[in-house]
């Protein structure tokens, strides 16, 4: 599969999709490494241009997420745990920067019951032309466990190494896709 299918569909999330957010975020994530409610809720609000989520038309007519990319823009060039939260007063570098062009993207997670055909793959794919097509940066950072380089690498991001960042004690890596 390279594209979505008829009732799936791509938009960016508000902070009304908050809860199908923290619930996707459980359903990806053991506890330590998921982002929380607040974090969830402060990026929603401050950057919801770049947060997008993926979702199915229900044949109700509804839809659900099923997929979503959280980000926000940071002061510097890898990710680090200051730029991962909310803005705070006297920690440098801390939350959300609009006028940075580096996004950090601090979740991507598809639905364990949608995952095997490629849709992280295509929803990546999707968001950085979507980055691209609106000029809202020149490079999108991540750090991601060992074990996800060669996704990522497939979608076009370098591996920078080892991260000093130690969010949940892991030992990652920096990732980035120069725009």
Do not use: W
């Not at 999330?13 to 998921?34: H, M, N, V, W």
Request: proline letters at 3%.
């Amino acid at each position: 599969m390279t594209q979505l299918s008829s009732n799936q569909f791509i938009r960016n999330l508000t902070i009304q999709d908050i809860d199908d957010c923290i619930i996707l975020e459980s359903k990806g994530f053991p506890p330590e490494q998921r982002c929380s409610p607040e974090n969830c809720r402060y990026r929603l609000s401050v950057a919801s241009n770049i947060c997008l989520g993926l979702f199915e038309t229900t044949p109700l007519g509804d839809s659900k997420l099923i997929g979503h990319i959280l980000a926000t823009k940071i002061a510097t060039e890898r990710i680090t745990e200051a730029g991962m939260g909310k803005r705070i007063q006297g920690v440098e570098n801390s939350g959300h920067f609009e006028n940075s062009r580096n996004i950090g993207i601090h979740s991507v997670v598809i639905d364990p019951e949608y995952r095997g055909v490629h849709l992280g793959h295509i929803f990546l794919t999707k968001y950085i032309e979507y980055i691209r097509q609106l000029k809202l940066a020149d490079k999108i950072l991540i750090i991601n466990k060992e074990s996800l380089i060669p996704f990522y690498s497939k979608v076009g991001f370098e591996n920078l190494g080892l991260t000093d960042c130690r969010f949940a004690g892991l030992i990652d890596y920096d990732m980035v896709y120069n725009l």
